[in-house]
């Protein structure tokens, strides 16, 4: 492996082995029948990891020239690193640029996922609640097997 490769690996580690905070920033990949949860501290760090490191995330046998994807997706996140444009919307810019690699499920902070009323952030607190019908904000009680259901990998 190369030094970029070796970083990638560690850092990408890193960021899926890390214990969220309810202000860490996150988002969520899914290909080839895994799904993975990666965390980061700060919006900042979320950026630049995806920056980094997106293009490259899928485990399977590449079937894409990952450089130029690599470089779309430097001009696609311009608006997020420079302006305020909602991390939530990372999947729906960058989802396209990835075509054929890991598309990313969600983006935003945990906080998000604990007590959002978006359709992913309700089905993720029905899922860990055994899929009983309750999508209602997690409780102080359930924060730890909440984070187990969201631990890295998930099939």
């Known amino acids: 492996m190369n030094d970029h490769a070796d970083t990638r690996e560690a850092e990408s580690e890193a960021a899926l082995s890390r214990i969220p905070t ?5 988002f ?3 290909g080839d029948g895994l799904r993975g949860f990666f965390w980061l501290e700060t919006r900042d760090e979320l950026l630049s990891f995806v920056s980094h490191h997106i ?10 020239d990952v450089a130029p994807v690599h470089a779309r997706i430097q001009q696609v996140l311009t608006p997020f690193i420079d302006g305020d444009e909602p991390v939530a919307r990372l999947p729906a810019v960058l989802n ?10 969600w983006a935003g902070q945990l906080s998000d996922l604990l007590t959002g009323e978006s359709e992913y952030s309700r089905s993720w607190r029905d899922r860990s609640r055994g899929e009983r ?3 209602s904000p997690i409780r102080p009680g359930e924060l730890d ?11």
């Open 133 to 135: 019908g309750d999508d």
């Open 22 to 26: 309810a202000e860490s920033w996150g």
């Open 28 to 30: 969520c990949v899914a």
């Open 55 to 64: 293009a490259w995330l899928d485990q399977q046998p590449v079937r894409v």
């Open 96 to 105: 396209p640029v990835l075509q054929g690699l890991t598309q990313i499920e």
């Open 145 to 155: 097997t909440f984070l187990d259901s969201i631990s890295f990998p998930i099939f």
